[in-house]
């Protein structure tokens, strides 16, 4: 029986989150699986992946076959690197301390790799909202501006236009009374 380390989809429609599975290889994508490893989430950034990692390394080291997705994820979170330790090991190429220490030293600095993408992520973020905010509030003054200057165009025409009709009904008043005069 050929097993495979694979996705498993659920969630709803164009939001999915996946299982991470180990199944037999006829099984259907999302039927029977013999164990679950844990829970792939690609809507995030950067993606979240959440699985036991002792389990994964076992059913590797015993032969499951990862898909090519899994097998990304495995190789990302050093699982592969731990198998490819482990064989130097039982080969007699290094010792398991050699080994140990090669992958935590791995571990720390794809741990900080990681972490910092999370922080250039957040920044980012942050970033864009106050770029967004400072538009926004460029946007606004200039509308209030705007409003102002034809309040103020509007009041500047009225203000005239009344002194344009008083005016001529006195004068007009003046010449009538000349005229009868």
């Known amino acids: 029986m050929a097993v495979k380390i694979r996705l498993a989809r659920r969630g709803r429609k164009k939001a999915a989150i996946y299982d991470i599975v180990v199944a037999d290889a006829r099984a259907p994508r999302d039927g029977k699986f013999i164990e679950k490893l844990g829970t792939y989430n690609p809507n995030t950034v950067p993606a979240f992946i959440d699985f036991n990692e002792d389990k994964a390394f076992q059913w590797v080291m015993n032969g499951a076959q990862p898909t090519d997705t899994v097998k ?30 090669r992958f935590n030293e791995w ?33 606004n003054v200039a509308r209030a501006e705007a409003i102002r200057q034809r309040e103020a165009e509007k009041a500047a025409a009225n203000a005239p236009a009344e002194e344009a009709t008083e005016a001529p009904a006195e004068g007009g008043e003046g010449e009538s009374t000349e005229e009868q005069a």
């Open 72 to 101: 990304a994820m495995l190789s990302y979170r050093g699982i592969l690197y731990k198998k490819h330790l482990q064989v130097g090991v039982i080969k007699g190429a290094i010792s398991q301390e050699t080994a140990d220490q």
């Open 107 to 139: 571990k720390e600095s794809k741990d900080a790799k990681i972490e910092a993408k999370r922080q250039q992520v957040g920044s980012e973020k942050e970033a864009k909202r106050a770029a967004a905010l400072e538009a926004e509030r460029k946007v």
